[in-house]
């Protein structure tokens, strides 16, 4: 019964948003905390790749009978690999940016855009996240 609740509906899917939102933050400061070194080339990672990979586990899962009971499985992409209790990140260097001399191709404000647009994805999860968990306690201490 406890597997049923949390394994319901968006909940899945807004875990594995929120796992790679986090680990994709951490690779942005690393970048972001480099900028100015030496032969430093940043990282990245395809948010498309991401979610093609988590609209194709809803649409499988969607079209399965009984599904709400089925493991909610991502397929793994060339970056992103999906484990049990998380998600482990193979980036890519980031090739767009103009090469300087001293070997770093730096762009902060690629940087900075991409930190702010995460940050609102994985602020967004979060939050539906908590009002899933919200209506499931109200539901427990038996108040609408």
């Known amino acids: 019964m406890i597997d049923g609740m949390f394994d319901h509906g968006s909940m ?29 080339r940043p990282k990245e990672l395809s948010v498309d ?32 690999r999906f484990t049990p209790d998380g998600v482990e990140l193979k980036p890519d260097f980031n090739r767009e940016n103009i090469l300087f001399h001293d070997r770093n191709d730096r762009s902060i404000e690629h940087q900075m855009k991409d930190l702010a647009e995460n940050t609102i994805t994985h602020n967004m999860g979060l939050s539906l996240l908590r009002s899933h968990y919200q209506l499931m306690e109200s539901a427990i201490r038996e108040r609408v």
């Open 12 to 40: 899945p899917a807004l875990e594995r948003l929120v796992q790679f939102t986090s680990q994709r933050h951490r690779m942005i400061l690393h970048n972001v905390a480099n900028i100015s070194t030496p032969n430093f």
């Open 49 to 80: 790749s991401f979610q093609q990979a988590l609209g194709e586990a809803i649409d499988a899962r969607r079209g399965k009978v009984n599904s709400s009971n089925l493991p909610f499985e991502v397929p793994d992409t060339k970056q992103i």
